[in-house]
């Protein structure tokens, strides 16, 4: 596609349900990136994926979150049992980096919106 | 820790003035910077980048300065107009542990007409 694909854009949830938001990448892209971005913050790290395989998920904020890219394009966030403080804007980034490529930019989507109330 | 941080919250200036934002960054190993620009209801955007061996890189109107030596990170953004307001934001990579880009806290941006 011609850019970073997310949905839903806004996705409001009461607290205890569980969610799914989705990106797309753009074609080819074998890097992708999840962040957390809350009100008047600069986006937080979540976790990333090098193709089908999670590198690193240090930023996951607890087990209640799950990512997953099971063929290395598409990718999901899941947030079980949601809490009101996972109310932000989950931010989606795709690269060109590949293995051992640590610069490039991301392309980010536009986000999606998450309240809980 | 890994996160790179701002001086300033915010900035105000008047169109056609120069604009200089801020950042320092705490890892020393950090190897690649990115300044990313975001309007309302957007992603960020990519403005320019910059790796740790250049000390200074120029795009479009928009200048990023690097002084390893103190860690800091500046945009400069010349005759600013009023298409610029946003946050601005600088990103560091480190060149380990999955080379995840991380951010900073941000800097808005106002112009005045």
């Known amino acids: 596609g011609a850019g970073v694909s997310q949905s839903p854009r806004y996705k409001v949830a009461k607290r205890g349900q569980d969610v799914a938001l989705r990106c797309d990448p753009i074609s080819g892209h074998v890097s992708l990136f999840w962040y957390q971005q809350a009100l008047g913050q600069g986006p937080e790290f979540l976790t990333y994926?090098?193709?089908?395989?999670?590198?690193?998920k240090s930023g996951l904020p607890s087990d209640r979150f799950f990512a997953e890219r099971p063929e290395g394009s598409v990718s999901t966030l899941k947030i079980q049992r949601t809490q009101q403080e996972d109310s932000a804007v989950y931010l989606c980034?795709?690269?060109?980096?590949?293995?051992?490529?640590?610069?490039?930019?991301?392309?980010f989507g536009e986000g999606s919106r998450l309240t809980v109330l | 820790g890994e996160n790179v941080g701002l001086h300033l919250p915010t900035l105000s200036v008047q169109e056609g003035d120069n604009s200089i934002i801020n950042c320092a960054y705490s890892n020393s190993a950090s190897d690649y910077f990115i300044w990313y620009k975001q309007e309302s209801g957007k992603g960020p955007q990519f403005i320019i980048d910059i790796r740790s061996n250049m000390d200074k890189r120029q795009g479009q109107r928009v200048t990023v300065l690097l002084n390893k030596t103190v860690k800091h990170l500046s945009l400069q953004i010349a005759a600013t107009q009023p298409g610029d307001s946003a946050v601005y934001f600088c990103a560091e990579t480190l060149p380990y542990g999955g080379f995840k880009t991380i951010f900073g806290a941000g800097t808005r941006l106002f112009v005045k007409a």
């Open positions: 994926f090098q193709n089908e395989a999670q590198l690193d």
């Open positions: 980034a795709s690269s060109e980096r590949t293995s051992g490529m640590f610069d490039g930019e991301l392309f």
